[in-house]
C-alpha cells in the first residue's frame, strides 16, 4: 500500500549493526593473551550511523533496514524510536542481527573489526515502498545491499533528489549502482580496486568520468579527504583529535557531506567540515559516541589544528592535469 507520507530530507537504505568495542592496550600476537582495558555493545552501522546523525543536526529523516528477532533488534528499535527518525524496519525470524566485535587499539584508536551478517538481513526491491525513496531530498545507500540501493536511486532520481553512496568494497551489484550516483563517497582503496589505476587520483578521475558522477570522494582516514569534480582536485586534511576510537568515522563524515550538500555549501567548506564531524566522532568510544553539534563542528573547521597534508597544491595542480 502507498500512501501519501511526510517527505524528509534524508533517507538511508541499507546497513545496521551491534558493534561490540573491546578496548586493548596493544594488539594481541597470534596464540597471546592481553587483558583488555572496556567491552561496551552499542548501534552502529554504515547507514543507521549516518541517519541518526543527521537527525541529532536538525533534518527529518528515514531509515530502511532489517534486523534480527534478538535484543539488537529491539534495540536498534528503540534508538530510532529515541532519536525521532521514521524507521521501516523488517524483522527476520530466527536471525541475529548483524553484529561485529570491533578491537579498538586505545593508544591509536585504530580498529580491526570481526563482523557477522545473515544472508537473510540483505535487503532487497520487494523490501522497499516506492513513496519511501521520492518523499526525500537526499537518498543515502551502501555498497551491501547494492541491488535495493539500484533500484532505490532510480526512485529518487525520477524524483529529483540527490544520490549518495558509502562504497567500502566492491560487493555485487555495484556495477549497475554506480552511474546513479550523484556523489559516491569511497573508502582509499575503492577507486584503484575497481578501476585498475594504482594511482588514486587517476582512478578518482576514472571513476567519475565512466559513470558520470557529479563529484568522485575517496576518505583517506588520518590524510582526510579528496575528491574530484572533473576539472580540479579538493583536498581536505583531517584535523589534529585526541582520538580513542575510529569506529564510524567515515559514517559520520557521510553525514555530514549530506548535510552540506542539502544546505548547498562549497565543495572546500563541505569537505573541511566533513572532515571535522568525523574527527570529533573519533574522539568517544562507538559509531556515534561523537556525534557532535554543529557548532562545535564549526568550531572544529575554523580553529582546528591539521595534520601533516598528503597532498600539496603543486601534487593536486598536476594530478589535474594530467
Given at each position: 500500500?502507498?500512501?501519501?507520507?511526510?517527505?524528509?530530507?534524508?533517507?538511508?537504505?541499507?546497513?545496521?549493526?551491534?558493534?561490540?568495542?573491546?578496548?586493548?592496550?596493544?594488539?594481541?600476537?597470534?596464540?597471546?593473551e592481553v587483558e583488555?582495558?572496556?567491552?561496551?555493545?552499542?548501534?552502529?552501522?554504515?547507514?543507521?550511523?549516518?541517519?541518526?546523525?543527521?537527525?541529532?543536526?536538525?533534518?527529518?529523516?528515514?531509515?530502511?533496514?532489517?534486523?534480527?528477532?534478538?535484543?539488537?533488534?529491539?534495540?536498534?528499535?528503540?534508538?530510532?524510536?529515541?532519536?525521532?527518525?521514521?524507521?521501516?524496519?523488517?524483522?527476520?525470524?530466527?536471525?541475529?542481527?548483524?553484529?561485529?566485535?570491533?578491537?579498538?587499539?586505545?593508544?591509536?584508536?585504530?580498529?580491526?573489526?570481526?563482523?557477522?551478517?545473515?544472508?537473510?538481513?540483505?535487503?532487497?526491491?520487494?523490501?522497499?515502498?516506492?513513496?519511501?525513496?521520492?518523499?526525500?531530498?537526499?537518498?543515502?545507500?551502501?555498497?551491501?545491499?547494492?541491488?535495493?540501493?539500484?533500484?532505490?536511486?532510480?526512485?529518487?532520481?525520477?524524483?529529483?533528489?540527490?544520490?549518495?553512496?558509502?562504497?567500502?568494497?566492491?560487493?555485487?551489484?555495484?556495477?549497475?549502482?554506480?552511474?546513479?550516483?550523484?556523489?559516491?563517497?569511497?573508502?582509499?582503496?575503492?577507486?584503484?580496486?575497481?578501476?585498475?589505476?594504482?594511482?588514486?587520483?587517476?582512478?578518482?578521475?576514472?571513476?567519475?568520468?565512466?559513470?558520470?558522477?557529479?563529484?568522485?570522494?575517496?576518505?583517506?582516514?588520518?590524510?582526510?579527504a579528496l575528491a574530484?569534480?572533473?576539472?580540479?582536485?579538493?583536498?581536505?586534511?583531517?584535523?589534529?583529535?585526541?582520538?580513542?576510537?575510529?569506529?564510524?568515522?567515515?559514517?559520520?563524515?557521510?553525514?555530514?557531506?549530506?548535510?552540506?550538500?542539502?544546505?548547498?555549501?562549497?565543495?572546500?567548506?563541505?569537505?573541511?567540515?566533513?572532515?571535522?564531524?568525523?574527527?570529533?566522532?573519533?574522539?568517544?568510544?562507538?559509531?556515534?559516541?561523537?556525534?557532535?553539534?554543529?557548532?562545535?563542528?564549526?568550531?572544529?573547521?575554523?580553529?582546528?589544528?591539521?595534520?601533516?597534508?598528503?597532498?600539496?597544491?603543486?601534487?593536486?595542480?598536476?594530478?589535474?592535469?594530467?
Open positions: 500500500m502507498c500512501l501519501d507520507i511526510p517527505i524528509v530530507d534524508v533517507v538511508g537504505v541499507g546497513q545496521n549493526a551491534l558493534d561490540t568495542l573491546i578496548e586493548l592496550p596493544s594488539f594481541p600476537a597470534f596464540n597471546s583488555f582495558l572496556s567491552a561496551r555493545a552499542l548501534p552502529g552501522g554504515q547507514i543507521a550511523t549516518a541517519v541518526i546523525a543527521c537527525q541529532q543536526w536538525g533534518f527529518k529523516t528515514r531509515y530502511i533496514g532489517k534486523v534480527g528477532d534478538d535484543a539488537a533488534g529491539q534495540l536498534h528499535r528503540a534508538e530510532f524510536d529515541r532519536a525521532g527518525v521514521e524507521s521501516h524496519l523488517t524483522t527476520i525470524p530466527n536471525c541475529m542481527s548483524q553484529s561485529s566485535y570491533i578491537l579498538v587499539h586505545r593508544p591509536t584508536g585504530e580498529r580491526t573489526i570481526l563482523y557477522r551478517r545473515d544472508d537473510r538481513l540483505g535487503l532487497f526491491p520487494e523490501d522497499l515502498q516506492r513513496n519511501w525513496i521520492t518523499a526525500s531530498r537526499l537518498l543515502h545507500v551502501d555498497g551491501h545491499n547494492a541491488v535495493a540501493g539500484t533500484v532505490a536511486a532510480h526512485w529518487a532520481r525520477d524524483a529529483g533528489a540527490v544520490v549518495m553512496a558509502d562504497l567500502d568494497h566492491i560487493y555485487p551489484g555495484i556495477q549497475e549502482l554506480l552511474p546513479l550516483l550523484d556523489y559516491p563517497i569511497t573508502s582509499r582503496s575503492f577507486p584503484t580496486a575497481w578501476t585498475g589505476e594504482p594511482d588514486l587520483f587517476r582512478a578518482l578521475k576514472t571513476l567519475r568520468a565512466r559513470y558520470g558522477n557529479r563529484l568522485a570522494c575517496a576518505t583517506l582516514g588520518c590524510d582526510g574530484w569534480d572533473g576539472s580540479r582536485f579538493w583536498y581536505s586534511p583531517a584535523f589534529r583529535v585526541n582520538a580513542i576510537d575510529a569506529t564510524g568515522a567515515g559514517d559520520i563524515f557521510d553525514a555530514a557531506f549530506a548535510y552540506g550538500l542539502l544546505h548547498n555549501w562549497p565543495v572546500d567548506f563541505l569537505l573541511d567540515f566533513s572532515c571535522a564531524a568525523a574527527g570529533l566522532n573519533c574522539t568517544i568510544l562507538g559509531a556515534r559516541g561523537g556525534i557532535k553539534p554543529i557548532e562545535e563542528i564549526q568550531g572544529l573547521r575554523h580553529n582546528g589544528d591539521r595534520l601533516p597534508a598528503a597532498f600539496s597544491q603543486e601534487e593536486l595542480a598536476r594530478a589535474a592535469r594530467t
